[in-house]
């Protein structure tokens, strides 16, 4: 059966029915915890962006997208793959349900992001693929880590797994395109389109490279700022009050 072909139409006996509604819920409360999954990482991930706003007067994070599958798209997966309507088997095999994609400005910064993520008591690192380091073959580049991070649930924590995809505006932009093109022709790109993205997947890379040694020049040659809460001069007359007390 193809991802598109419709199931032939046929009467379901009460039993089958009855089977069908379990699934449905099943799957319904897994999608669920995806959901919260990505909840639970994007208030990490905001809570560090501000962090570093607060710390270090920069912030490394450009934008953020996530998305859950939809239950159709998932469930081609799972015939794809041939893998049985085990919820447990699928949540241990897929694991882009949940997907979280982080642009950062610079190459640094995705690395930055990724180990700030990352050395959390809670998040457990399940694989990472550098192909910022490793480029796949038509000039793809990203950091892909699978992490399983607990949701807190009213059985206890439940273990959920999320992809985030770590990568540039450039690399966001070329995959994009990438993907765009890709579509339009069903997978059978003319050769000639798919040497064009290579060539333009290395000039996507040397403007990475480009505009990370002008931040560099810029970043380091500019006055450190003081970011933080805005005190006005009450609130600063204040502190100073309390601070002279404790002299």
């Known amino acids: 059966m193809t991802e598109r072909q419709q199931l032939p139409d046929m009467a379901l006996t009460p039993n089958q029915v009855a089977s069908v509604r379990s699934l449905r819920h099943d799957f319904s409360l897994l999608l669920m915890q995806h959901r919260f999954v990505i909840d639970e990482l994007l208030t990490k991930i905001s809570i560090l962006r501000e962090e570093s706003f607060h710390t270090h007067s920069y912030n490394p994070i450009e934008h953020i997208t996530s ?5 159709q798209s998932l469930l081609e997966k799972v015939n794809r793959r041939q893998l049985p309507l085990d919820v447990a088997t699928i949540r241990s095999k897929i694991t882009d349900i949940a997907g979280i994609r982080i642009t ?7 690395y930055h992001v990724l180990d700030m993520l990352t050395s959390q008591d809670d998040v457990r690192i399940v694989e990472i693929k550098d192909y910022i380091a490793n480029p796949k073959p038509n000039g793809y580049k990203s950091l892909h880590a699978i992490l399983e991070v607990p949701v807190f649930l009213n059985g206890g ?4 797994i999320c992809e985030v995809q770590i990568r540039t505006i450039a690399m966001d932009f070329w995959a994009s ?3 765009k093109i890709h579509y339009k022709f069903s997978g059978e790109v003319p050769e000639r389109l ?10 996507a890379s040397q403007l990475d490279r ?13 006055p450190r700022s003081t ?3 805005d005190f006005d001069e009450e609130a600063m007359r204040i502190l100073w009050e309390l601070s002279s007390r404790q002299e």
């Open 104 to 110: 950062c400005s610079f190459i640094a910064d995705t």
């Open 177 to 179: 395109l990438e993907h």
């Open 210 to 222: 480009r505009m990370e040694q002008l931040h560099a020049e810029v970043h380091d040659s500019e």
């Open 227 to 229: 970011a933080g809460e």
């Open 194 to 203: 798919i040497e064009e993205l290579t060539q333009t997947a290395e000039v």
């Open 157 to 160: 924590p439940t273990p959920v």
């Open 67 to 71: 998305r859950v599958k939809s239950p």
